[in-house]
Nanobody, 123 residues
């Protein structure tokens, strides 16, 4: 059974930073790409960042490029999302994703999702 467990969300002021983590189990973590998506109230879930299986290639939505960094620790089955210079528009539930649909550079969904972690950015 695949499990993706996120942590690290919270309330932060604009300009601040947070680091999200996702621990995966039940899948060949070191052999697959991983990703982060987010969903704001009243909006569709959207792609944020992905990383290939080696960690050598990363992709970002234009809205977070230069501010967010995705990374992975294969021995620990963990993927991280470092978020800097947060703005109120980043407020959303953030989801870890595995076995994504589409391409690694531009995924449009996933077979497996975590439960989500709330990130709230205040002015």
């Amino acid at each position: 059974q695949v499990q993706l467990v996120e942590s690290g969300g919270g309330l932060v002021q604009a300009g601040g930073s947070l680091r999200l983590s996702c621990v995966a189990s039940g899948l060949p973590f070191s052999s697959i790409a991983m990703g982060w998506f987010r969903q704001a109230p009243g909006k569709e879930r959207e792609f944020v960042a992905t990383i290939n299986w080696t960690g050598g290639s990363t992709y970002y939505a234009d809205s977070v490029k230069g501010r967010f960094t995705i990374s992975r620790d294969n021995p620990k089955n963990t993927v991280h999302l470092r978020m800097n210079s947060l703005i109120p528009e980043d407020t959303a539930v953030y989801y870890c994703a595995a076995r994504m649909y589409g391409t690694t550079a531009n995924p449009n969904g996933a077979a497996h999702w975590g439960q989500g972690t709330q990130v709230t950015v205040s002015l």
